[in-house]
């Protein structure tokens, strides 16, 4: 609606300490982040394991609050959790006592204003639910229990549940990391597909390059210890992106420009470490 | 038979072996009614005294039953609270733990001094040693949610209410009918202990007067129902445990 709106993410010089202590020591887990990101662009963060890329979700979701600067999410502060986002985890984490449409029926059960219609409604949603799922390729699977999928099957059922309610921001923390190269790759496209025909803003957190590089507009390379953002990349592959274009020199040049950041930032921190 | 009714099967061959090992060592030794009896001898006093082993068995039921509910009432809201207040956990669990050391055997003459002697003591005692499981399982079921799932449903806004309704009950259940298997069982030992000083009734108070007057036949006799009871009840708790949250079990199914 708000056609002039600037960025629909904008992190202003924000930093976080886990506790007041850490705090008093200028010990940050993520520092100087700044970040604008345009509504429904799809990003990716990419770095060594513990270099903050899961406290960086935690301020987007308003799960936690930045001990210095500041947060706007579609213009306003945020304050507390938000509802207008979606997550997934590598674990897809479903509950095994519930079918996989009331796995992803789980999230209208609690968030409003669904959850006040819910009962009223469940009809619609539950066809809300089964449509989804069959568009992740997860049709007649519904009234399985998760225990019943495969890894990927059930991570496929979690993004669903990420989506269910709407959310205008799908926030992913490694999602295919404990799946097949096979698997990964056809829910990247799926992903892919999702995204497309949704245009939610994503923020995918990963550890790797080729699937940041194919899924994402930009690529922001995140440091250790300190946490910071040291490159962003704009990945400028014309979309729609095929599988067939991770093959290509242009996609392998990124991907190793990429590694050659990390590379880098290994060496350093391994020379001095923090 | 087939490998699995085989496997059905096996505890009652396994019982039948043991009683007729028993009453061999018996008729081949010889050895004194009156210092270890014979199946034979069990059975036969069993049978004898029925009526009476009958009245004391169903006074021991339903008091094992009613410290039982108790036990269930008190240990699912104490492992409620404890599971779900990080603060509670911390400060309740090490006296939690502390009291269950205690021996509840050591607390009937108190409960004596405070309820006389009869039903009162024999159900506190089987609440007190039968609670202490329920409450840890359920604690632990409420305690090890995985982060991420709460995490997801906190942004939707979700209040911790929700999250232990929704996601932390839920998977307790199975801890929790998993404990009651064990409870049970501690919950007839209460009872039966409690039985032995201070009642005029039950399984408990037919052992001691049994034993003073040399009738190991009708003693163990009393045993067996005792064991009999628990074993009754330890099955129904499995088998609603299996319809109930079979979700936990399927595993084991193939």
Same mark, same amino acid.
């Given at each position: 609606?708000?056609?002039?709106?600037?960025?629909?993410?904008?992190?202003?010089?924000?930093?976080?300490?886990?506790?007041?202590?850490?705090?008093?020591?200028?010990?940050?887990?993520?520092?100087?982040?700044?970040?604008?990101?345009?509504?429904?662009?799809? $990003?990716? $963060?990419?770095?060594?394991?513990?270099?903050?890329?899961?406290?960086?979700?935690?301020?987007?979701?308003?799960?936690? %609050?930045?001990?210095?600067?500041?947060?706007?999410i579609?213009?306003?502060?945020?304050t507390?959790p938000?509802? $207008?986002?979606? %997550?997934?985890?590598?674990?897809?984490?479903?509950?095994?006592?519930?079918?996989?449409?009331?796995?992803?029926l789980?999230?209208?059960? $609690?968030?409003?204003?669904?959850?006040?219609?819910?009962?009223?409604?469940?009809?619609?949603?539950?066809?809300?639910a089964?449509?989804?799922?069959?568009?992740?390729?997860?049709?007649?699977?519904e009234d399985?229990?998760?225990?019943?999928?495969?890894?990927?099957?059930?991570?496929?059922?979690?993004?669903?549940?990420?989506?269910?309610?709407?959310?205008? %921001?799908?926030?992913?923390d490694?999602?295919?990391?404990?799946?097949?190269?096979?698997?990964?790759?056809?829910?990247?496209?799926i992903?892919?597909?999702?995204?497309?025909?949704?245009?939610?803003?994503?923020i995918?957190?990963?550890?790797?390059?080729?699937e940041?590089?194919?899924?994402?507009?930009?690529?922001y390379? %995140?440091?250790?210890?300190?946490g910071?953002?040291?490159?962003?990349?704009?990945?400028?592959?014309?979309?729609?992106?095929?599988?067939?274009?991770t093959?290509?020199?242009?996609?392998?040049?990124?991907?190793?420009?990429?590694?050659?950041?990390?590379?880098?930032?290994?060496?350093?921190?391994?020379?001095?470490?923090? | 038979?087939?490998?699995?009714?085989?496997? /059905?099967?096996?505890p009652?061959?396994?019982?039948t072996?043991t009683?007729? #090992?028993?009453?061999?060592?018996?008729?081949?030794?010889?050895? =004194?009614e009156?210092?270890?009896?014979?199946?034979?001898?069990?059975?036969?006093?069993?049978?004898?005294f029925?009526?009476?082993?009958?009245?004391?068995?169903?006074r021991?039921?339903?008091?094992?039953?009613?410290?039982?509910?108790?036990?269930?009432?008190?240990?699912?809201?104490?492992?409620?609270?404890?599971?779900? =207040?990080r603060?509670?956990?911390?400060?309740?669990y090490?006296?939690? /733990?502390?009291?269950?050391?205690?021996?509840?055997?050591?607390?009937?003459?108190?409960?004596?001094?405070?309820?006389?002697?009869?039903? !009162?003591?024999?159900? #506190?005692?089987?609440?007190l040693?039968?609670?202490?499981p329920?409450?840890?399982?359920?604690?632990?079921?409420?305690? /090890?949610?995985?982060?991420?799932?709460?995490d997801?449903l906190?942004v939707?806004?979700?209040?911790?209410?929700?999250? #232990?309704?929704?996601?932390?009950?839920?998977?307790?259940?199975?801890?929790?009918?998993?404990? #009651?298997?064990v409870?049970? /069982?501690?919950?007839?030992? !209460?009872?039966?202990?409690?039985?032995?000083?201070?009642?005029?009734?039950?399984i408990?108070?037919?052992?001691?007067?049994a034993?003073?007057?040399?009738?190991?036949?009708?003693a163990?006799?009393?045993?067996?129902?005792?064991?009999?009871?628990?074993?009754?009840?330890?099955?129904?708790?499995?088998?609603?445990?299996?319809?109930?949250? !079979?979700?936990?079990?399927?595993?084991?199914?193939?």
């Amino acid at each position: 609606m708000q056609a002039a709106a600037p960025s629909f993410v904008d992190f202003q010089d924000v930093w976080l300490a886990y506790n007041e202590e850490l705090l008093a020591q200028n010990h940050f887990a993520v520092e100087a982040i700044d970040l604008q990101v345009r509504q429904g662009e799809f $990003i990716a $963060i990419v770095g060594p394991s513990g270099c903050g890329k899961s406290t960086f979700m935690k301020l987007t979701t308003g799960l936690k %609050m930045p001990s210095r600067g500041r947060i706007l999410i579609d213009g306003q502060p945020v304050t507390g959790p938000l509802k $207008i986002s979606g %997550m997934a985890f590598q674990a897809p984490s479903l509950l095994p006592w519930r079918t996989t449409v009331d796995n992803v029926l789980l999230p209208l059960e $609690i968030v409003e204003p669904h959850r006040s219609q819910f009962k009223a409604r469940r009809k619609e949603y539950e066809e809300r639910a089964r449509a989804l799922l069959q568009k992740v390729g997860l049709g007649g699977y519904e009234d399985k229990f998760p225990w019943q999928l495969s890894g990927g099957m059930q991570q496929r059922a979690s993004i669903c549940r990420a989506l269910i309610h709407e959310p205008k %921001m799908l926030l992913l923390d490694e999602p295919f990391g404990a799946l097949d190269a096979f698997t990964r790759e056809e829910l990247w496209c799926i992903l892919r597909d999702l995204w497309t025909e949704q245009q939610f803003n994503v923020i995918l957190v990963t550890h790797d390059l080729r699937e940041s590089v194919f899924l994402a507009d930009t690529v922001y390379v %995140m440091s250790k210890s300190p946490g910071r953002f040291v490159v962003k990349k704009e990945i400028d592959l014309p979309r729609p992106r095929d599988l067939e274009i991770t093959y290509t020199p242009e996609f392998t040049d990124i991907v190793h420009t990429l590694r050659g950041h990390i590379g880098a930032m290994r060496k350093t921190s391994a020379v001095a470490p923090a | 038979m087939n490998k699995k009714q085989f496997e /059905t099967w096996s505890p009652w061959i396994l019982l039948t072996v043991t009683i007729l #090992l028993w009453q061999l060592i018996c008729s081949v030794f010889a050895v =004194s009614e009156f210092i270890f009896p014979s199946p034979l001898r069990i059975w036969s006093q069993f049978w004898e005294f029925k009526l009476i082993i009958a009245g004391h068995a169903w006074r021991t039921y339903w008091v094992t039953m009613a410290g039982f509910g108790i036990a269930i009432v008190v240990g699912v809201l104490l492992g409620f609270v404890i599971g779900s =207040s990080r603060l509670a956990y911390a400060a309740v669990y090490p006296l939690m /733990t502390a009291f269950n050391a205690l021996p509840k055997a050591a607390f009937v003459p108190i409960l004596v001094v405070w309820f006389g002697i009869g039903v !009162g003591p024999a159900v #506190l005692t089987a609440f007190l040693i039968s609670f202490f499981p329920i409450m840890v399982n359920i604690a632990t079921g409420l305690a /090890t949610l995985e982060p991420e799932l709460e995490d997801v449903l906190r942004v939707l806004g979700a209040k911790r209410w929700d999250v #232990l309704v929704k996601v932390g009950l839920p998977r307790s259940m199975p801890y929790f009918y998993g404990s #009651l298997k064990v409870a049970i /069982t501690l919950a007839f030992v !209460g009872t039966t202990v409690s039985e032995m000083t201070a009642a005029n009734e039950g399984i408990g108070y037919l052992l001691i007067s049994a034993g003073s007057a040399m009738q190991m036949g009708l003693a163990f006799a009393g045993l067996v129902v005792v064991g009999a009871m628990a074993m009754a009840m330890y099955e129904l708790f499995s088998a609603i445990e299996k319809r109930t949250t !079979g979700w936990a079990h399927r595993r084991s199914q193939d």
